[in-house]
T-cell receptor, first 116, second 111 residues
Framework: DAGVIQSPRHEVTEMGQEVTLRCKPISGHDYLFWYRQTMMRGLELLIYFNNNVPIDDSGMPEDRFSAKMPNASFSTLKIQPSEPRDSAVYFC??????????????FGPGTRLTVL | GDSVTQMEGPVTLSEEAFLTINCTYTATGYPSLFWYVQYPGEGLQLLLKATKADDKGSNKGFEATYRKETTSFHLEKGSVQVSDSAVYFCALTTGRRALTFGSGTRLQVQP
């Protein structure tokens, strides 16, 4: 299995531009999570999906952030318009409700976003 | 709400030294506990886990015991190697499924 795939690995953009981050979860996993990592705030959950349905988006910082999961193999996190304070590493993770995999999450390599 | 508190880093050790990274938690309900490791430039990897009181998680020489009475899940290793240099995150989850992470502890092992 290829693991969780994220793209791009690095993104540099200017303030005000739209940014789209992409994630492909592990095949067969029914949970998908988006986290953000910064020096100041550590790792924060932004949103998570179960069977493509958003379950908890209370961590999404503001309306500039939106996330979708149109099918079981793809999710996007969009920031529009982007601001310098959005600069962070964004991780996608997936997990399964299958027996013996109690809440273990598998993380992608992350997307390092820099907003100038 | 749920929270995880880890010792501040960085922790700097010589090779073959004993490692302890402290982790305590507060949680509503009965959490599962995890240690994740993040190597430079990579995502997080599960290191070990424990799902009920007195369980011991172990992997690659690392161990942690779920202590309900002290709400702790300290990470230990008897003899660290340079290759163990990384950031270690303690985390928990309750019925919510999503993980609540500690702030992370950077470990630097010198030859």
């Amino acid at each position: 299995d290829a693991g969780v795939i994220q793209s791009p690995r690095h993104e540099v953009t200017e303030m005000g531009q739209e940014v789209t981050l992409r994630c492909k979860p592990i095949s067969g996993h029914d949970y998908l999570f988006w986290y953000r990592q910064t020096m100041m705030r550590g790792l924060e959950l932004l949103i998570y999906f179960n069977n493509n349905v958003p379950i908890d988006d209370s961590g999404m910082p503001e309306d500039r952030f939106s996330a979708k999961m149109p099918n079981a193999s793809f999710s996007t996190l969009k920031i529009q318009p982007s601001e310098p304070r959005d600069s962070a590493v964004y991780f996608c993770a997936s997990s399964t409700t299958g027996t013996g995999r109690n809440n273990e999450q598998f993380f992608g390599p992350g997307t390092r976003l820099t907003v100038l | 709400g749920d929270s995880v508190t880890q010792m501040e880093g960085p922790v700097t050790l010589s090779e073959e030294a004993f490692l302890t990274i402290n982790c305590t938690y507060t949680a509503t309900g009965y959490p599962s506990l995890f240690w994740y490791v993040q190597y430079p430039g990579e995502g997080l990897q599960l290191l070990l886990k424990a799902t009920k009181a007195d369980d011991k998680g172990s992997n690659k020489g690392f161990e942690a015991t779920y202590r309900k009475e002290t709400t702790s899940f300290h990470l230990e290793k008897g003899s660290v190697q340079v290759s163990d240099s990384a950031v270690y995150f303690c985390a928990l989850t309750t019925g919510r499924r999503a993980l609540t992470f500690g702030s992370g502890t950077r470990l630097q092992v010198q030859p």
